[in-house]
């Protein structure tokens, strides 16, 4: 990994490091009474190989460092399947409001009535806009949700004296999410193909459904972003077949204000907070997801809930048939938040408007750029587009992996690539409601000019990117092995040349130090 890495300014100014300099020191106080009792054995006998810099030298170093990384605030971020949207800053500063920020979680019901009313509207909210009866805000992520929903759904047909139910029929369209929480749950998961449009396959759907489904998982829009046109018709056969009818509703930011899912058949839901909400995917920090139910299915709902009587807010946990709890507390409070003041900022009409921009942005692109990279589904998409890197480039021995790297040099973050799985050489790209006409025009040209050196010059966009101080890594030795140590000489000097193995063995040997 670390050969890679051009030694520029950044990391020179790091080995700069002078015996003696530093930033700034306080006076020290002997004061006995504030030393700890450390055992001998476990004190430190030398110093540790930290570099030595003046505080001026330091801060550059961090901020070099840091502008080298793309962000949602520095680049234009397609991420497809991750909603890597701009959401209001002043979000972040509200989910930090000390009321909410430093309440205790063991605090009583009665000095908790602001964190309790947020919550309960927000529940309220969204049941609303997605058209369910009730809903929980606990689970940490979208899988988690599905993991909640799915369980839900065991304990009903458990009540029911169903437990004969014990499959997921799952399309090979949804996102991959799906099947493992089936999976986890001891589902066995029943795989059907889509059509050559994107759609469920009808037949096939019939063919899968028996009395041992327990739900039918659908993920809406799915993975090749499209939603499918038969959902009441979906929804009607699988419960015809006496199965619940589960919606992956992560990429609600395609569908909000313009449809309610309840309305048409769903039972179960879940939403994404980080993607729709307010909390970019992959953002770094916690997200949170949320399970709508229909009437039906509440009583089994994690516990706590929070009730109202007579204007007050109270945390229940007296409910016989519930799954038990989840996750502890309330869920990721500060997320939920940040929810809530985005959903205070919106109405039906604003929430409407957001969806049928993302669902324009993306098929703006799609129109744009699908004469050169072929897509999945020609005809429209919704909030994201498929795309292929087409034969031309195909020919060339010009990948999908070459082409996000050469955006790079371009100053942009690459699409999602080789998802969905059902689609060779995938480029999924979603441009959410957030992004101008003038950033898609410049990123189309991008494109067009990665087409166009692909099929001249293939070379230039496969050795991608050569603007970048990091160049091709192998991506699973920096996931698992990350470089993330200064080296200087004299650190060379004790540990030889850092491969990522001896850097292994230097970090255990730093231990014994
Ligand atoms: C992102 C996503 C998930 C998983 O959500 P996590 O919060 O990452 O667990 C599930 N389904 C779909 C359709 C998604 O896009």
Request: glycine share 6%; with cysteine.
């Amino acid at each position: 990994m670390s050969q890679n890495i051009i030694r520029d300014d950044a990391a020179l100014s790091i080995e700069k490091s002078v015996e003696g300099r530093r930033a700034i020191r306080f006076n020290k106080v002997e004061d006995k009474s504030l030393s700890l009792d450390i055992p001998d054995n476990l004190l430190r006998k030398t110093k540790p190989l930290l570099p030595q810099l003046s505080e001026l030298d330091a801060v550059r170093h961090f901020t070099r460092l840091s502008r080298r990384s793309f962000s949602l605030d520095t680049h234009f971020y397609p991420l497809g399947s991750c909603t890597m949207k701009y959401n209001p800053k002043i979000n972040e500063d509200i989910s930090m409001f000390e009321g909410f920020a430093n309440l205790h979680p063991l605090a009583m019901d009665l000095s908790a009535q602001g964190t309790l009313e947020m919550l309960y509207d927000t529940e309220k909210i969204l049941c609303e806009i997605c058209g369910m009866d009730a809903m929980t805000l606990q689970p940490a992520a979208g899988a988690h949700s599905e993991f909640t929903g799915a369980l839900i759904a065991k304990a009903y047909f458990e009540k029911k004296g169903e437990s004969q139910r014990t499959e997921i029929i799952v399309p090979d369209s949804a996102h991959g999410t799906n099947p493992a929480t089936a999976v986890m749950l001891g589902f066995k998961t029943i795989n059907i193909k889509s059509t050559s449009g994107g759609q469920i396959d009808l037949n096939a759907l019939k063919a899968a459904l028996s009395d041992k489904t327990a739900i039918l998982m659908l993920t809406v829009p799915n993975t090749l972003g499209i939603f499918e046109f038969e959902i009441e018709e979906i929804n009607r056969l699988a419960h015809e077949a006496g199965a619940l009818v589960y919606m992956d509703g992560a990429n609600f930011n395609a569908l909000m204000g313009i449809i309610k899912p309840g309305n048409f058949g769903i039972d179960i839901m879940h939403l994404n907070m980080h993607k729709t909400f307010s909390t970019p995917h992959g953002g770094g920090g916690p997200g949170a997801g949320a399970i709508g139910v229909n009437k039906l299915l509440e009583e089994f709902l994690p516990y706590p809930r929070i009730i109202e009587e007579t204007g007050k807010f109270k945390i229940k946990e007296d409910y016989p048939r519930s799954i038990g709890k989840i996750k502890a507390y309330f869920g990721n409070t500060g997320v939920l938040l940040k929810t809530y003041a985005y959903l205070l900022m919106h109405s039906k009409e604003t929430l409407g408007e957001i969806a049928r921009n993302a669902i324009i942005n993306a098929n703006y692109l799609l129109k744009k750029l699908k004469k050169n990279y072929p897509a999945y589904c020609e005809d429209y998409c919704m909030h994201e587009c498929v795309l292929t890197p087409g034969k031309d480039l195909l020919a060339n021995k010009v990948r999908t992996l070459d082409i996000g790297k050469r955006l790079l040099d371009y100053g942009f973050h690459a699409p999602t690539v080789y998802f969905p799985l059902i689609v060779h050489e995938a480029i999924m790209i979603e441009p959410t409601e957030t992004e101008s006409k003038e950033t898609m025009d410049l990123f189309i040209e991008a494109m067009e000019k990665i087409f166009q050196e692909g099929k001249i010059n293939p070379e230039l966009v496969k050795n991608a990117p050569h603007t970048l101080c990091v160049k091709r890594l192998d991506e699973v030795a920096a996931a698992r092995k990350p470089d993330i140590n200064w080296e200087n000489s004299s650190a060379i000097e004790k540990f030889g040349s850092k491969t990522a193995d001896k850097l292994e063995t230097s970090l255990s040997d730093s231990k014994t130090l």
